[in-house]
Antibody, heavy 116, light 112 residues
Framework: EVQLLESGGGLVQPGGSLRLSCAAS????????MSWVRQAPGKGLEWVSA??????YYADSMKGRFTISRDNSKNTLYLQMNSLRADDTAVYYC???????????WGQGTLVTVSS | DIVMTQTPLSSPVTLGQPASISCRST???????????LSWLQQRPGQPPRLLIY???NRFSGVPDRFSGSGAGTDFTLKISRVEAEDVGVYYC?????????FGQGTKLEIK
């Protein structure tokens, strides 16, 4: 059974940093592309970043501030978030491309709140 | 970026009746590999999104056959043949043809 479990969210001050993790199980983690998608409170879904192999892709508003990475030995996906702003407040989901051409599986999400 | 526009944004439906949601993209979603990476996601209250339909019309594993997808190019539709109480939630179309992947605004399905 595919499982994705995010962690690392919390309250951080504007300008601060946070690293999110997504622990994966139930599939061969190293061979699949992974992504982060976020959802601000009461809002829709917004694509954040994706990683294919070791190459990361980013939404324009995250470029230079966020870094996606993975540790295949730990079956874990990461999102390093720097220079956080109030509008980065959201639930962050990790999502798996498992062959459908879409996001076959999603984690439960981790809430990031940027506030002073 | 490809903009995805859904209509309606809210859909009150009577139990057992059909429902339909439209999604339009600002450019063709046909990928150079010949596939069209248009999918539909369901988000029940308090839950993460869940994949319903991928590549326009393919039901994901475990999705009831009352859900169907259709369309081509820039115009797509999700249909629910007979709405059940468990279908309440927000439905999103999503394109994964071109980065950045983009989502529709969401359509809230509620029971009358």
């Amino acid at each position: 059974e595919v499982q994705l479990l995010e962690s690392g969210g919390g309250l951080v001050q504007p300008g601060g940093s946070l690293r999110l993790s997504c622990a994966a199980s139930g599939f061969t983690f190293s061979i699949y592309d992974m992504s982060w998608v976020r959802q601000a409170p009461g809002k829709g879904l917004e694509w954040v970043s994706a990683i294919s192999g070791s190459h990361g892709y980013y939404a324009d508003s995250m470029k230079g501030r966020f870094t996606i990475s993975r540790d295949n030995s730990k079956n874990t996906l990461y999102l390093q978030m720097n220079s956080l702003r109030a509008d980065d407040t959201a639930v962050y989901y990790c999502a798996l491309h498992y062959g459908s051409g879409s996001y076959d599986y999603w984690g439960q999400g981790t809430l990031v709140t940027v506030s002073s | 970026d490809i903009v995805m526009t859904q209509t309606p944004l809210s859909s009150p439906v009577t139990l057992g009746q059909p429902a339909s949601i439209s999604c339009r993209s600002t450019q063709s979603l046909v990928h150079s590999d010949g596939n069209t990476y248009l999918s539909w996601l369901q988000q029940r209250p308090g839950q993460p999104p869940r994949l319903l339909i991928y590549k326009i019309s393919n039901r994901f594993s475990g999705v009831p056959d009352r859900f169907s997808g259709s369309g081509a190019g820039t115009d797509f539709t999700l249909k629910i043949s007979r709405v059940e109480a468990e279908d309440v939630g927000v439905y999103y179309c999503m394109q994964a043809t071109q980065l950045p992947y983009t989502f529709g605004q969401g359509t809230k399905l509620e029971i009358k």
